[in-house]
């Protein structure tokens, strides 16, 4: 299958940078996405495809790296292709390359389907393992973003937010790209001025729900690792947790 990954060329938009005009982590994994979202298009394989089987696709597991952000102007272009099965999940990896064809970023994932009635795990159907011929060989793939995040213990930043619509996805629950965002809200403005990240490690435990209130709680392990996650504040329940790398800029 000729078209079985996708690439796609992105220009930086001013209002995709930070003070620095560098695009932001949430920027630069959106467009991650929006590739991801035309390859499923492409392969008849999106949440739209699904509806009739009255399943969707639901993020589990991601590992993000960072070699440098793209500043403002610049052109970059996403690869993104799925990676692989076990018996119940899928696997997509991400790379991100610059003009000059030099890495910048890459991700993996892991999903899930989700049955939309009763918002539990569904298994995988026979249409889609067959697509599992056209996977990339796995030495080409990235490592698996697996392994999990240790407990946040020692609260020493929180800050508090609102599921409200503009924050929902085509599912209907909270988007995992504002999963990203509100954990690396929490963090002091004087820290986001003087670090840079290298990468991101994040597990997402449970949906999130229209008007659901959330905490984004988080803390240094080290002076290069920060631990967070956030928490459903109504019914204490965890939504995700993830270990964030940085260095000084």
Known sequence: METFYHEQDFQIRTYEIDKAKRATVVALTRLMHEAAMQ??????????DLEPYKVSWVLMRKKLWIDRLPMLGEHIRVHTTPAGFNRSFTYRDYFVYDSNNQR???????WLLMDTENRKMAPL???????????????DCLPRPEGKVPTLED??????????????????????????QWMLEVMPKDFLESNTPLSMQLEYKSESM?????????????????????RNEDNDQILATAISEWKTT
């Open 125 to 139: 159907p026979a249409f889609v393992k067959e697509f599992e011929q056209f996977m990339p060989a796995p030495e």
């Open 155 to 180: 609260i020493k930043w929180t800050v508090p937010f609102r599921v409200d619509w503009h924050d929902l996805d085509f599912n209907q629950h909270l988007s995992n790209l504002n999963y990203l």
């Open 210 to 230: 229209y008007h659901d209130r959330i905490i984004s709680e988080a803390a240094p392990i080290d002076s290069t690792h920060i631990l967070h996650r956030l």
């Open 104 to 110: 910048i970023a890459a991700a993996s994932s892991t």
């Open 39 to 48: 390859n499923v298009i492409k392969l008849k394989l999106s949440v739209w």
